[in-house]
């Protein structure tokens, strides 16, 4: 992947509103006109124990939504959020996951929209005109042996803020949290910033966790700039910390 991949100005996104289906995810008043508002939790099943607090949906369910929000296979699509797409960059990766090809972050989010004065207008219902049909394996994964394994053999990141690594963590995992990847108007950062904050990769396969495999896909969104892959561990700590056979690490380890 590259930039251009993963990410799509306002301004250009303004130029094809006619084109493109747009997600406003956890946003519930105004958005971009013809914005579909859609929950953060349309992109996770039902959570708990060794499979984390959000894993992936299934199939079956993330194919009904996706319908239901007008998309067909070859859609365009683009998904925003009010903060710095920390949670539309989950939605990014289920969908390019399920198979969904053309699937990219409005870079800044809605405040990059605000701030190109463009017009907001009141967000969409769903639709039910889509005809897309998903198959699930499209971005990489791993699970709980998985992440330990990456972690001793490769590199794991870890995408959640200081604090909350400090109080525990896999293991070896490295911690780049994921708000580091934008700069202080909650665009991504340019590709060799990109670079330099991911410089350690020296060829490594890389890993990512999270909490509960959210900000983890912020972290691989960032990666994909800079055409470096890595994959998820949807369960991340919620799942890792739920199994008792699991060793915690701390900061001060």
């Not at 006109?33 to 939790?41: D, F, I, L, N, T």
């Not at 992109?43 to 996706?66: C, H, K, M, T, Y």
């Not at 969904?100 to 219902?125: I, M």
Request: proline share 5%.
């Amino acid at each position: 992947m590259s930039r251009q991949d993963v990410l799509i100005s306002a301004t250009d996104l303004n130029a094809q509103l006619d084109s493109v289906v747009i997600l406003a995810v956890g946003i519930v008043s105004e958005g971009i006109p013809g914005a579909v508002a859609v929950e953060p939790s349309a992109f996770a099943g039902a959570g708990g124990g060794l499979q984390g607090a959000r894993p992936l949906p299934s199939i079956e369910d993330l194919q009904s939504n996706v319908r239901s929000w007008g998309i067909n296979d070859d859609t365009p699509v683009v998904l925003y959020d009010a903060n710095g797409n920390l949670s539309a960059a989950r939605g990014w990766w289920t969908l390019k996951w399920a198979g969904l090809a053309n699937v990219r972050l409005l870079d800044g989010g809605q405040a990059a929209w605000e701030e190109a004065e463009l017009p907001f207008a009141p967000l969409q219902p769903r639709n039910a005109t889509g005809s897309a049909t998903l198959s699930a394996g499209h971005m990489a994964q791993i699970d709980a042996d998985g992440a330990d394994a990456y972690a001793r053999h490769h590199i794991l990141v870890d995408a959640r803020n200081e604090k909350a690594f400090g109080g525990g963590h896999i293991s070896g995992s490295r911690n780049l949290p994921a708000s580091g990847n934008l700069d202080e108007n909650d665009r991504f950062l340019p590709d060799n910033a990109l670079r330099a904050r991911y410089a350690f990769r020296d060829g490594a396969h890389i890993g990512v966790s999270c909490g509960s495999g959210v900000s983890a896909a912020h972290d691989i969104a960032a990666l994909a700039i800079i055409d470096i892959p890595a994959a998820l561990f949807i369960g991340s700590w919620s799942a890792w910390s739920a199994d008792a056979t699991r060793p915690v690490a701390h900061a001060s380890a």
